[in-house]
């Protein structure tokens, strides 16, 4: 990360946390460089860390709670088959009534979904420390929209969010807009004025901002005037997840199977409440109650192919809703850059596989790459301008690998030139260069 103050020392009270759908990352000042910012290895030499969490069944409280995992290893641990509960894409419980509800942990445990986001933030504040001192003082990113369309509801989620970073120690907290903060990383390169699209697309939300950036504006501490308009939709890299598996998977479960035929009747289409919970990351859980179980056992009538219903069963009794969404995150990485891939789902029935080519994928996700370059026109003509003033397309969050969703996007502004960021740090790195200018003193 460039330095954003080559005359002084920073103060060493503070970090930038961009606390992700999918990864986290933190960046604090450098003591090796004076006036400059680094980012945190979180996790070995990673500086980025998978946002999750995984509760154990077993062993004791302590001092920080509940015996947990995160990161990599939440996820290892989950992989592996140890008994306890995987907890993923917290950041969507914001602006939810689930927020304050409390959840089967695994080992007879209960714990609120805010005490769970704000075990991860403690983690990352703890990782954030320099010289043994955790930072006090910190700035954290928020996407334009936590809730679309929805002011109540959004402000709800940030102070949420904020109430959870006070609660582990933070005693002055900040906010910036994400895509801003990528525009602030873009800026270290731009030789010159520009307007620049920052086009953020993660695994809750794809957010766009346009703004004025320039070698004569960076040192700027209020950026206001510059950043002209923002954008964005709840729409990002865990609905094409979800898209992934209720078309490319849970087919082979039921989802929009028929009912059997029986005399003077029409085939009923099978119900779909459980494949859009199946297919949901924080909802995959609700689907393990006793009751569910028992009212979806009972429903083996409704299925015309009772190889579907069996299916089901035994992603419900052996609990396995996490790994079919997990692999329906590997198949869309898979076929991101092109080609096709095989779904194997031999843990579900032997020799159950099925085919995955990037043309599904694109059917199953077209409503949503359409919804999110519009967001992106959106942006621009909130600032009175149209594509060709774009001087350069910034395109920054880890669902920017789609490479169809990249090229969409890329195909509304032709004349600007496109420039790909990190796809997991440039938000903290921004995020940590404005931290930087506002808690230099």
Sequence with gaps: MAS?????DLPRDFCAIDFGTSNSAVAVPDPQRPGAMRLVALEGAHTTMPTAVFYFAEGRHDADGPPRAFGRAAVAAYEEGT???LMRSMKSILGSSLIDQVTDAGGGRGVKYIDMLSGYLKRLRRQAAVDGVEPRRVVLGRPVYFVDEDPTRDAAAQHSLMTAARAVGFEEVQFQFEPIAAAFDYEQQAQREQLVLVADIGGGTSDFSLV??????VSRIDRREDILSNHGVHIAGTDFDRHIELTGILREFGYRAMGPTRAGQTPREV??????????????????SPQRVLELRNMKHFYGDPRHHQRLMTVLEERLGHELAHRAEDAKIAVSGGGDCQIDLGLIESGLEVALSERAAVDALQADIERIAAAGRETVA?????PSDVDALYLTGGSTGLRL????????????TQVRGDRFASVATGLGLHAARVFAQ
Excluded: K
Aim: proline residues 6%; neutral net charge.
């Design 4 to 8: 954003v103050s080559s005359s002084s």
């Design 83 to 85: 008994d306890g509960r």
């Design 212 to 217: 004025r950036v320039g070698p004569d504006r």
């Design 271 to 288: 119900p779909s409440g459980i494949y859009f919970d199946l297919a949901t990351w924080h909802l995959i859980n609700t689907c393990y």
């Design 382 to 386: 909130r600032a009175g301008l149209t």
């Design 405 to 416: 969703l990249a090229e969409r996007i890329a195909a509304d502004y032709p004349s600007a």
